[in-house]
């Protein structure tokens, strides 16, 4: 299995208070992305990141920032959570083929952590 | 733009019965496809890619799909299945950045 721990793993929280998840990757893999998993809409990608300190937005990123200042290391953090936020959020890894951006993905294998479930009250 | 689309959100099949699950997508360029599945409170694993090459694709598990590229479809099947293939499956395809399909949810019962 590839080494991806994600934390917390269980998160319940209060509407307007400040979130940070935690994924830690063992794989040295480039790329880094938080995924959010609802019903009905399958992943869809918040941000990402290709480098140390390089990160992009994805297709639902308002709201989230992230943070990339070690390789093994991307947070997200949710400044002041609302129950929208509700969800489970994974992170993933891969190598990519190198280049900028999502571009430089390419075909590679994305590996999963296990999840953090996150209710907003 | 690229969307991607399973067509069932739940199949329920009894142990040992072949099953489909359908995966359409569509795209201006060129796409790689992907099936990914998710056991239950666990995260996304690969179960098999199609980048080119022939267009029957072998993964872990017995499962394999084909791409149809005149259907633009992405069909994944298994002749036989078991109860540890109760999972969630999505389909996703990448044409410059990578799209999942909503999820199926494959229930097999014995």
């Known amino acids: 299995d590839a080494g991806i721990t994600q934390s917390p793993r269980h998160k319940v929280t209060e509407t307007g208070t400040p979130v940070t998840l935690r994924c830690h990757q063992t794989?040295?893999?480039?790329?880094m992305y938080w995924y959010r998993q609802d019903p009905g809409h399958g992943l869809r990608l918040i941000h990402y990141s290709y480098g140390v300190k390089d990160t992009d937005k994805g297709e639902v990123s308002d709201g989230y920032s992230v943070s990339r200042s070690k390789t093994e290391d991307f947070l997200l953090t949710l400044e002041s959570a609302t129950s929208s936020q509700t969800s489970v959020y994974f992170c993933a890894i891969s190598e990519g083929q190198g280049g900028k951006g999502l571009a430089g993905a390419g075909t590679g294998e994305l590996f999963f952590g296990e999840g953090s479930r996150l209710t907003v009250l | 733009a690229q969307s991607v689309t399973q067509l069932d959100s739940q199949v329920p099949v009894f142990e040992e019965a072949p099953v489909e699950l359908r995966c359409n997508y569509s795209?201006?360029?060129?796409?790689?496809l992907f099936w990914y599945v998710q056991y239950p409170n666990q995260g996304l694993q690969l179960l098999l890619k199609y980048l080119s090459g022939s267009t029957l694709v072998k993964g872990i598990n017995g499962f394999e799909a084909e791409f149809n590229k005149s259907q633009t479809s992405f069909h994944l099947r298994k002749p036989s299945v078991h109860i540890s293939d109760t999972a969630e499956y999505f389909c996703?395809?990448?044409?410059?950045?990578?799209?999942f399909g909503q999820g199926t949810e494959l229930s097999v019962k014995p």
């Open positions: 795209s201006s360029v060129s796409v790689y």
């Open positions: 794989e040295n893999h480039r790329y």
């Open positions: 996703a395809v990448e044409g410059g950045k990578l799209i």
